[in-house]
């Protein structure tokens, strides 16, 4: 439960740094926005550090993680709700970062 918090805290920072300046790019906001999106994308690159496993296979598994974490955020920031489309793709990426993280260990 610990690794998935942390993957999910990582995902929060990755798509906060990217939002901002999204909201800045496309939306016409302050271009002051880049400064916490700048911290958001620090935060997300030492977040990845913190995780302890080998760096491949926390990216490949934080993949994952980011996609329902994604779609979460399309919901509760976009104001969008979520297909069943999205919601079966958001369950096949979670399945695959669940394989990855939690197999077999000699």
Known sequence: M????????TALAEIAGCYLPY???????????????????ALFAWLLTLHPTAAGRVYAAY?????????????????VRPT????????VALTGMGIIMFQPRA
């Open 63 to 79: 993949g994952g993680v980011y996609i329902g974490t994604a779609i979460a955020w399309l919901w509760a920031v976009d104001g």
């Open 2 to 9: 610990r690794t998935f918090l942390l993957y999910v805290a």
């Open 23 to 41: 909201l800045w790019l496309r939306e016409g906001r302050t271009p002051w926005l880049l400064l916490p999106a700048a911290a958001s994308l």
């Open 84 to 91: 069943a489309w999205d919601a079966a793709g958001a369950a």
